[in-house]
Each structure stands twice: as structure tokens, then as C-alpha cells.
């Protein structure tokens, strides 16, 4: 599979990411025409085996900066950059915190759409 059909088959739905960028869950947007099954990407890296567009350490600083934040939920626009073409997404982020300290972020939910 070439990183073109890679970012399009599991760039778009929502990941639930630990913090070393771990994919823990996945469920792909119906908008991607490309149902992958949550199973398949459980455990790979996001950032290092599923979004491998030119800029992802952009991306990754994005999400760790959100991780480092007060936030409870943010959300920016980014261009992925694939073989020199940018591709316009939208990028949801909520927090998962544990219920014995709401202060430890648990997991990151990342949404990642087409940009309207």
C-alpha cells in the first residue's frame, strides 16, 4: 500500500490516541468510503505507521501541545501534506481523564474530517 491510499483509507474518523501516540480505538468516517476495522490499527503508531504525510511532526506538535494544555477540548485546521499536494482537514481534540484523578489525561481523542 502506497502512503496515498494509506493516508486516505485511515486519515479520516476518530482515533483515541495514548500519549505516545498509540492508536487504542478507531472508527472511520463514512465520508473515507473505506471502513477499516478498529482491530487492524489497535496498537500501531499513529503518527509513525498511519499518518505518514510529509508534516506529520507538525501535526504531532499540535496534538502534544493540546496535551500539555488545560483544555478540555480544542479543534484547529491543518493541511496534510502528501507527495507535495495539500490535503485540508479538520481536527477535533477532547481529553479522556481517569476518574480517580481528573487531573491525569488518560487518552486524546483526535477527529480528523475534511475540511469544509
Given at each position: 500500500?502506497?502512503?496515498?491510499?494509506?493516508?486516505?483509507?485511515?486519515?479520516?474518523?476518530?482515533?483515541?490516541?495514548?500519549?505516545?501516540?498509540?492508536?487504542?480505538?478507531?472508527?472511520?468516517?463514512?465520508?473515507a468510503?473505506?471502513?477499516?476495522?478498529?482491530?487492524k490499527?489497535?496498537?500501531?503508531?499513529?503518527?509513525?505507521?498511519?499518518?505518514?504525510?510529509?508534516?506529520?511532526?507538525?501535526?504531532?506538535?499540535?496534538?502534544?501541545?493540546?496535551?500539555?494544555?488545560?483544555?478540555?477540548?480544542?479543534?484547529?485546521?491543518?493541511?496534510?501534506?502528501?507527495?507535495?499536494?495539500?490535503?485540508?482537514?479538520?481536527?477535533?481534540?477532547?481529553?479522556?481523564?481517569?476518574?480517580?484523578?481528573?487531573?491525569?489525561?488518560k487518552?486524546?481523542?483526535?477527529?480528523?474530517?475534511?475540511?469544509?
Open positions: 500500500m502506497n502512503v496515498a491510499e494509506s493516508t486516505e483509507m485511515d486519515l479520516f474518523g476518530l482515533f483515541e490516541l495514548d500519549p505516545a501516540g498509540t492508536v487504542l480505538y478507531h472508527r472511520s468516517d463514512p465520508v468510503d473505506q471502513l477499516t476495522e478498529s482491530a490499527l489497535a496498537g500501531r503508531n499513529f503518527y509513525d505507521d498511519l499518518a505518514p504525510f510529509e508534516n506529520t511532526d507538525e501535526f504531532r506538535r499540535c496534538v502534544t501541545q493540546f496535551t500539555s494544555s488545560a483544555k478540555f477540548a480544542d479543534s484547529f485546521n491543518f493541511d496534510c501534506w502528501v507527495d507535495g499536494n495539500g490535503q485540508p482537514v479538520r481536527v477535533l481534540l477532547a481529553r479522556i481523564r481517569e476518574a480517580a484523578n481528573p487531573k491525569n489525561t487518552s486524546i481523542l483526535v477527529h480528523i474530517r475534511r475540511a469544509a
